[in-house]
């Protein structure tokens, strides 16, 4: 079972070097237990470019897609047993990245 | 057998195999829907036949086979409809049987389940009282003044959260027990408190249905998990404070205080089981949790023949203990309460001054505050107190009594 980990931001900045180095240990940690499947950190939301191609031609609009002060930062997407498993992590994620987290299972 | 004794016996059957039966069926199909549309037509299966045919000799393997068989046919009539990988996905199970020991029951697994802290409270409460206990849809909104639709809403999304995230049905590690039976005891005590302190304004002020519900519950826990010091204790504490319940509402429909209460309408069964249980955990000398402190402060208060007799320094010790356990400000305020009676009025006013912020939107605060001004003489404060805890008070009966001493003020 999959989970995508979500982080979520309530203030602007990238992660400090101490938020960086605790990510990577949790990281090697999920590598070694075998949860790990993807992971990686994005940049600012006003970097983002929303399309829709619904229509005739595609539209671009400058910005993200939901203007608000939490945003997505980055992700994890771990294998887990269960959604036990996967809060546990999630939890240890959350301390590593000091952000809060959203988990949710693939379908 | 006469048409009574059958619906006893359908009755009894309910409240002793309905949490197996669903718990059962959950283990071997991996699903709460399935386990509990099958439970619920095979109950209905006994409502039919019984009367005819007699009680089983063994109510409850004949529901679990009555049950597996309709569970059985859902899942064949699914398949032929479609989904050819459904059934597959429903008798998948990856938790081999782990050696439980003491606690190693299917009902425990369930209760779990239903209590897990992924779910929002409302939910678990919800999903709690149809699983395990067996009360139906129309009970529980009821129960909750919540709109049928509504209740059968927050049910149906709790289960499918269960099912697309994945929450285990099992028993937590022995590292999650102690904080996963906190929030099983959680549910547990809420459904109580509703019960026994009702909201709104066209409910009974006491709600028996759901302090009777909470109670059997707790025992069935407790009969799980005998050594927990923490079930042991909500079991006491709902006990002693159920064993009140008839002399706490008036015959006018007012909310009778501890001091005012006719002691000799209190339940004494039900207080000597409560007695006996806080004496079992005093005994266990282990450092007791805030349900067992509770419960040793109801013990006091039940001991007491009058309100005068009460042993007044013993409450205040334990809310000393239960404060370090638990800093909320309304455990303060009944602390405060009991130091009125040991200190005096003025000190406890004190205490309650400092708590203002806290609990300014709170009944109970201002209530405390307006008896304490009372005695004090301070009348028109008094009066102002009382106006604000009748302004805030939720329960018809607690409302009327606030009321009748607001207007015997001098």
């Known amino acids: 079972m999959q989970y995508l980990v979500s982080v979520i931001s309530d203030h602007d900045g990238l992660a400090t070097p101490d938020e960086d180095a605790a990510i990577d240990v949790f990281n090697d940690r999920l590598v070694a237990e075998g949860h790990w499947v993807f992971a990686g950190g994005l940049a600012a939301p006003s970097s983002a470019t929303v399309i829709d191609n619904r229509g005739e031609e595609a539209m671009f609009t400058d910005g993200p897609f939901l203007e608000s002060k939490e945003y997505l930062a980055g992700f994890w997407i771990i294998q887990a047993a269960d959604l036990d498993v996967a809060l546990k992590l999630a939890a240890e994620g959350s301390k590593a990245c000091n952000r809060k987290v959203e988990v949710r299972p693939f379908l | ?410």
């Open chain 2, 1 to 410: 057998m006469t048409v009574a004794d059958v619906t006893d016996a359908i009755t009894r059957a309910h409240h002793e195999e309905w949490a197996r039966v669903v718990a059962s069926l959950t283990r071997r199909f991996g699903d709460l829907d399935v386990a509990e549309e099958a439970a619920a037509e095979a109950f209905a299966t006994a409502v039919e036949r019984w009367p005819a045919d007699g009680v089983p000799p063994n109510p409850g393997a004949w529901l679990t086979t009555t049950a597996n068989r309709k569970a059985i046919d859902r899942i064949r009539r699914e398949n032929k409809r479609g989904g050819k990988h459904k059934e597959a996905q429903l008798l998948h199970d990856d938790d081999p049987p782990e050696p439980l020991g003491a606690i190693d029951d299917e009902r425990l697994r369930l209760i779990f389940t239903c209590c897990h802290p992924a779910l929002a409270i409302q939910a678990r409460v919800a999903l709690t009282l149809r699983m395990v206990a067996g009360l139906t849809v129309p009970e529980i909104a009821r129960a909750f003044l919540v709109p049928q639709t509504a209740m059968e809403q927050r049910i149906t999304r709790a289960k499918a959260k269960i099912k697309a995230a994945r929450i285990p049905y099992r028993v937590p590690s022995a590292e999650d027990l102690p904080a996963r039976i906190s929030g099983v005891l959680a549910v547990l005590f809420l459904v109580f408190n509703e019960g026994y302190l009702a909201t709104g304004p066209d409910t009974d002020p006491v709600r028996h249905d759901l302090t009777a519900e909470a109670i059997r519950l707790t025992r069935l826990i407790r009969a799980l998990m005998p050594d927990d010091g923490e079930v042991a204790g909500l079991l006491a504490l709902m006990l002693l404070t159920e064993a009140r319940r008839t002399a706490r509402v008036s015959a006018r429909g007012e909310l009778v205080t501890l001091d005012e209460q006719d002691r000799g309408a209190w339940d004494t069964a039900l207080i000597a089981e409560g007695h006996r249980l806080v004496r079992e955990r005093l005994a266990a000398g282990v450092a007791p949790g805030r349900y067992q402190i509770l419960a040793a402060i109801s013990a006091v208060h039940t001991s007491a023949r009058d309100v005068r007799a009460t042993d007044w320094s013993q409450v205040v010790a334990l809310y000393d203990q239960l404060v370090r356990l638990d800093p909320s400000p309304i455990i303060a305020l009944n602390r405060a309460i009991a130091v009125a009676e040991l200190d005096g009025p003025e000190v406890a006013l004190a205490l309650l001054d400092r708590l203002e912020h806290r609990l300014a939107g709170y009944h109970a605060y201002h209530a405390a505050r307006a008896d304490l001004l009372r005695r004090l003489g301070r009348s028109q404060h008094s009066r102002a107190a009382y106006d604000k805890a009748i302004d805030l008070a939720g329960n018809t009966a607690e409302t009327a009594s606030l009321t009748r001493r607001r207007d015997q003020l001098g």
